[in-house]
């Protein structure tokens, strides 16, 4: 696999979508900044985070 991107990030904010899934966010005011990464994906639920919890972001082409 070809890694893109990895980073590591603390979570802003974990929403509730549905039954089945929650939303993970970090989407902090470095926003502004075009050299920040930040995200925004969909998980199955039970996975434990909270808010204020670091999490490693990684992107590789499958």
Not at 13 to 34: A, H, R, W, Y
């Amino acid at each position: 696999m070809n890694e893109i991107v990895k980073f590591e990030s603390e979570l802003e904010f974990v929403g509730d979508i549905n039954e089945f899934k929650d939303c993970l966010m970090s989407q902090d005011n470095t926003q502004d900044d075009p050299e920040v990464l930040w995200f925004n994906i969909d998980v199955p639920k039970g996975h434990g985070l909270k808010p204020g919890d670091r999490v490693r972001i990684t992107v590789e082409k499958a």
